[in-house]
């Protein structure tokens, strides 16, 4: 006889199909009001990463205009539009979140601390500033008004005066860009405010400053950087929104204003924000280099110096950015002397990096493999800064595409390769897999052939006199060759990116377990498991030197105990 099955009367009818849903709800939620410092540093490099896809692809859209002359394969505005796009993305929505999540997720784990020290502050500044992001390209739908089409912003990264004023740039387009980048610099502070109290306070029994890892000290020169350098860039989005609606003139020079004063305040800010972009990279060289060079890092206090110098005389070079609009010969003098000042802590930390290869037992893994190209991008960006540092040459140089190829070797070769070679060694301690190493390498060398074939083709057409900022040329120029290279270097950069997103998505899934400390490292995020426990350290530890998890597992050297 055929029985019939009893229904389960303890669950509602249909709930078999409601709890998938209801368990994504609640991991939503999860991570939606977490105030772990982890995850929010997971936000923060996730949300970096989409946006930067987005830049990526807004340049890769670029160079196929650029690479043939009279093309139409976009119109002029939305070249313009692309040009803005990916400057304020990749500046302001890729470089700084991704750094401050690396900050974020490392710091407290290096200190031997449980959290940050303002919680709920970190949570909100990573949400302020993911809003910011997200308005900017809500300009797209809105910029026109809610019942109208929409249009990007489209007056460069910079906006110098007049295009934002409203005669020049009407709509909303503008207001977009000002906002966003508004409420980019309060999260961005708030963060920088959490860094400085959690290094300062919160730090492990036995973490005196001189046993901090070098990590930890870029980031507080960075984060000291950040108060100074955004507070002005901020007056003048303010300034420039009481200029478009509240009938003031600061930068409206047929009323009485001055467009160079806008240019002052954007590169007050401007040109320390490449350090306080580089300086992290500096940092995670600092980590990076010494562990698979089997060696201690080459000149410790020298290096903490030359960082803390970098940080103060960086505040005083923003104006080699405006060497051709007529200043003083004064003031080119001060600003070519302290560009070249910034070069000398510059150099020391390039040699303190090189005598740590030097003898060391070098394990050429994916993420050296960055680090080592890192430092030979950087010091040839090093070097064309020098040059663009004196002036007459800048005068002939610098509205052309020689300080593109410049300014992309820092970013690119420089900041986002040390990035990638973070990836590569922080993803086990971040997800406790492994990322494959054959694809790592496939991706170095896709990404380097792709890098050089772009960036160092492009110092070319700028010595032969190709502008910056045009949306086409003629065919009588001599720059097509090399702008079709360009953009074929721009492909080939492409592929090697998704080749990393591919490895990022099949490790987290498929890679080998990672373990706590797969590289044999020697600071404190590697004494926990991968991936770390909410709360951090079971016991708080205690440190005895500069590289505490060395000292734990070799007590007997007795090189290992050292200030």
Known sequence: MA????????????????????????????????????????????????????????????????????NHFVSPQVFNQLFTMHGTTMVFFVGMPILFGFGNYLIPLMIGARDMAFPRLNAFSFWISAFGGLLLYFSYLGASGLSGAGSAPDVGWWAYAP?????????????????????????????AVNIVATTIC??????????????????????????????????????????????????????GGS????????????????????????????EIIPVFSRKAIFGYPAMVAASVG??????????????????????????????????????????????????????????????????????IAGLTGIMLSVAPFDWQLGGSYFVVAHFHYVLVG??????????????????????????????????LIGFHVTFDLMHIPGLEGMPRRIYTYEADRGWMMWNMAISCGAVIQTVATLLFVYNMIWSYFKGPVAGPDPWDAWTLEWSTTSPPPQYNFAETPTVESRRPLWDLKHPLDPDSHYE
């Open 414 to 447: 420089a900041i986002l390769f040390m990035l990638f070679s973070a990836f590569y060694y922080w993803f086990p301690k971040m997800s406790g897999r492994m990322l494959s190493e054959k694809l790592g390498k496939w991706h170095f060398w896709l990404f």
């Open 310 to 379: 970098i940080g103060f005389i960086s505040l005083s070079v923003w104006a080699h950015h405006m060497f051709t609009v007529g200043m003083t010969s004064g003031a080119n003098t001060f600003f070519t002397l302290a560009t070249m000042a910034i070069s000398v802590p510059t150099g020391i930390k390039i040699f303190n990096w090189l005598a740590t290869l030097w003898g060391g037992k070098i394990h050429f893994t994916a993420s050296m493999m960055f680090a080592i190209g890192f430092l030979f991008q950087f010091l």
């Open 202 to 255: 919160m730090r492990c029994p036995g973490m005196k400053l001189n046993r901090m890892p070098l990590l930890v000290w870029l980031y507080l020169v960075m984060s000291c950087l950040v108060f100074v350098t955004i507070s002005p860039l901020t007056a003048a989005q303010i300034m420039l929104m009481l200029d478009r609606y509240l009938g003031s003139h600061f930068f409206d020079t047929q009323a």
């Open 163 to 191: 295009l934002t004023a409203r005669a020049f740039s009407p709509g909303h387009s503008t207001d977009y860009w000002t906002l966003a980048i508004l409420l980019s610099g309060i999260g961005t502070i708030g963060t």
């Open 3 to 70: 029985t019939q099955a009893t229904p389960n009367l303890s669950q509602p009818a249909g709930s078999e199909h409601t709890a998938p849903r209801r368990i994504w709800v609640e991991v939503l939620h999860d991570w939606v009001t977490t105030v772990d410092h982890k995850k929010i540093g997971l936000m923060y490099i996730g949300y970096a990463l989409v946006f930067l896809v987005i830049a990526g692809f807004e340049a890769l859209l670029m160079r196929v205009q650029l690479s043939l002359p009279n």
């Open 259 to 286: 467009a160079v004063l806008w240019m002052h305040f954007f590169w007050i800010f401007g040109h320390p924000e490449v350090y306080v972009l580089v300086l992290p990279a500096f940092g995670f060289a600092n």
